[in-house]
């Protein structure tokens, strides 16, 4: 098993529609979890990070992390054409540099 | 931009051979690490640097090295190059090491093809 379980996808919705996207983590030593969003043949950009369980938003873009379930995901509202792209979480364990990515879900916001 | 700058950006080499990638971090970024992006293991992480010393290892071939020179800039030599070895490599910078809200920042990453 993955430390790290993401769905690839690809996920396909209209505009203005709301994605949901998730990862699974393993190792409850894990305590800081982070979104980044990667454009084709770019690097990733950080989108969200949190460290603690519950919400935490930040414009159309809302992380939540449910730690006793292992489960974080990331909510995209009012999805943009722009928005298609690679998405990533990753997670890390306290005084650990080995961060761990998801395969990456890979997601198109249709006009 | 996240203001790490990598070089070269596509590298077409032969199998056997060995090439140098270059990293430069961001102004004021002391940790520098590679990762390995291909399309069936996804991003892996290499190995990170923190200020000329090495602070973690991870998935790293004994084909690869790396090293953090005084000016902070980075590179990953490859060697005895292996068509599995085609990625896209990526280095990233960060203040410290990527806990307490240390963010990491990625550069544009170099594509290596080996034919």
């Known amino acids: 098993q993955k430390e790290v379980e993401q769905d690839p996808g690809p996920l396909s919705v209209p505009e203005g529609a709301i994605v949901s996207l998730n990862c699974t983590y393993s190792n409850s030593a894990f305590q800081y979890f982070m979104w980044y969003r990667q454009y084709s043949r770019k690097g990733p950009e950080l989108l969200m990070y949190t460290y603690s369980s519950g919400n935490k938003e930040d414009g159309r873009f809302t992380a939540q992390v449910d730690k006793s379930s292992k489960y974080i995901s990331l909510f995209i509202r009012d999805s943009q054409p722009s928005d298609s792209a690679t998405y990533l979480c990753?997670?890390?364990?306290?005084?650990?540099?080995?961060?761990?990515f998801g395969a990456g879900t890979r997601l198109t916001v249709k006009p | 931009d996240s203001g790490v700058t990598q070089t070269p950006k596509h590298l077409i080499t032969a199998t056997g051979q060995r090439v140098t990638l270059r990293c430069s971090p961001r102004s004021g970024d002391l940790s520098v690490y590679w990762y390995q992006q291909s399309l069936d293991q996804g991003l892996q992480f290499l190995i990170q640097?923190?200020?000329?010393?090495?602070?973690a290892k991870g998935n790293i071939l004994e084909r690869f090295s790396a090293q953090q020179f005084p000016d902070l800039h980075s590179e990953l030599n490859l060697s005895s190059l292996e068509l599995g070895d085609s990625a896209l490599y990526f280095c990233?910078?960060?203040?410290?090491?990527?806990?307490?809200?240390?963010?990491?920042?990625f550069g544009e990453g170099s594509w290596l093809t080996v034919v």
């Open positions: 640097y923190y200020n000329g010393e090495e602070r």
């Open positions: 990233a910078s960060s203040v410290g090491g990527p806990i307490s809200g240390n963010t990491i920042y």
């Open positions: 990753a997670i890390n364990a306290y005084n650990n540099n080995d961060m761990r």
